[in-house]
């Protein structure tokens, strides 16, 4: 920081934070390259290296860590987060409705694509949002990105056949949560440090808000209104919200200059726990969502709950999900992200592998509780994670990468393959479901545990 402190010798008084960020990039010639906050921060998790990236560009004391205008930065990024993973978490309502009036006709593994390339897109597009924001265009990615959710709604409410749907569902309204989710959660970095991790927990729960309301609004009103208005009540009520983080989010900084991100980081391929890490979130993800799409489905088709009642199975699962998304990121804080991130995911996989036993609504309440919950918790500590994992912050970002590729195809294939076991598998098809999804969680657990081994044998890392 010795650089830093010659570089703000000379910065002029006005202008203060600006100047004192470009008097430290040029007062260093040690810094030729910063981390850009876009690759730094996941949606659902703090990021030392965004932390590590602006400390050395600005200073420290430079970030506000509070205040109006930071706190209204949460409340975009917390309205953004909902209008985007909020809707994959309540695509299982969708995927009920369809299999059993619109679509009925088309497969369920069919139906889930739709989901399925929502999600997978929702990842892969940030691949590509990520240097957009660090190039300045932070506004014109959530206008676009935003402008295409809803617009994707709206279009989703005219459809009557199958393509129609994953064309405006899937397609349109996935490369509009790609386009908006990572600059939304990254702009955060430059607003709080000290407060970070708790902050980008408290945003995050917008997405499991939406899970919790959005079942309950599509279940009060399309018997009353039909699909198609339900569905544009909805797009309506996404594009007022819409108007908060469009008026009220901007930069603090000025985009960083350095060299382009690297898209892949090949010390990676290097590094046996950052592989092993990346493998089992693969597997992990590949099953994370099976319950989310099919569990309403489940209740309905074994009689555990009327089609009055099973929307509400969604609601507690994200009810779940909004304490796991909060609880373990501040264990972790002390713990260490990836241990909690073995601990969430060992729990998630005794619970899963608890569906078997299933019998009635009560049991069926408390499965989606406790998965909701534990699962969330996976979500929301991966980047952490990866981050963890990543000893060079001007790395950080491609590695985030790889990550958000991988995990990507894991859900963009997932779930498609527990609808191919509902419809291939007769009277076992549930069976071969809950198992498909508890041996997927297996793997990706294992493959987790062995990371967090080889941290301890190669590195001596306890807090890891």
Aim: glycine fraction near 12%; aromatic fraction near 10%.
């Amino acid at each position: 920081m010795n650089t830093l402190a010659e570089g703000e010798k000379g910065a002029p008084d006005t202008d203060r934070t600006v100047n004192k960020y470009k008097a430290g990039a040029r007062g260093s010639s040690d810094i030729t390259t910063t981390d850009r906050p876009s690759s730094a921060a996941g949606p659902f998790s703090g990021s030392e290296s965004t932390e590590s990236a602006l400390e050395a560009t600005a200073g420290a004391d430079s970030i506000p860590d509070g205040g109006v205008t930071a706190w209204l930065q949460v409340l975009g990024s917390w309205i953004i987060l909902a209008e985007t993973w909020g809707l994959v978490n309540a695509f299982g309502v969708y995927q009920t409705y369809y299999e059993t009036n619109m679509l009925s006709s088309i497969s369920s593994s069919s139906i889930s694509w739709i989901g399925s390339v929502q999600g997978a897109l929702l990842m892969m597009v940030s691949f590509v949002s990520g240097p957009l924001y660090d190039a300045g265009y932070f506004r014109h990615l959530i206008f676009v990105g935003l402008g295409l959710v809803v617009l994707g709604q709206f279009l989703t409410s005219l459809c009557s056949v199958y393509w129609q749907v994953l064309l405006a569902q899937g397609v349109m309204t996935g490369i509009g949560m790609g386009l908006s989710f990572l600059p939304s959660a990254a702009i955060l970095a430059q607003y709080f440090r000290r407060r970070r991790a708790l902050v980008l927990g408290i945003s995050s729960t917008g997405s499991p808000l939406v899970g919790i309301t959005l079942p309950i609004i599509f279940s009060r009103l399309e018997p009353r209104i039909g699909f198609a208005w339900t569905t544009r009540t909805i797009a309506f009520i996404l594009l007022a919200l819409s108007a908060i983080p469009l008026a009220c989010m901007h930069t603090r900084l000025p985009p960083s200059e350095g060299a382009p991100r690297r898209i892949i980081d090949p010390t990676a391929l290097r590094e046996a726990s950052f592989l092993t890490t990346v493998c089992g979130s693969f597997f992990v993800f590949l099953t994370l969502y099976v319950p989310f799409f099919y569990l309403q489905l489940y209740a309905e088709t074994h009689g555990l709950a009327s089609p009055d009642i099973s929307p509400y199975v969604v609601t507690v699962l994200n009810a779940g999900s909004i304490v796991g998304r909060v609880v373990p990121n501040h264990l972790a804080d002390r713990a260490g992200s990836v241990n909690m991130l073995l601990v969430c995911g060992v729990c998630t996989l005794v619970v899963l592998a608890g569906w078997f036993g299933i019998q009635n609504f009560a049991g069926l309440i408390v499965f989606a509780l406790l998965y909701g919950g534990f699962s969330g918790g996976i979500v929301s500590l991966m980047p952490s994670v990866i981050i963890s994992l990543t000893p060079d912050p001007g790395r950080v970002g491609a590695r985030l990468g790889m990550n958000f590729l991988t995990t990507g195809v894991a859900l963009l294939i997932g779930t498609p393959v527990a609808g191919a076991v509902v419809n291939g598998f007769g009277r076992s098809q549930w069976l071969g479901v809950i198992g498909y999804s508890t041996a997927g969680m297996l793997v990706g657990v294992s493959l987790h545990g062995t990371s967090r081994l080889l941290l301890w044998r190669t590195k001596g890392q306890v807090k890891a």
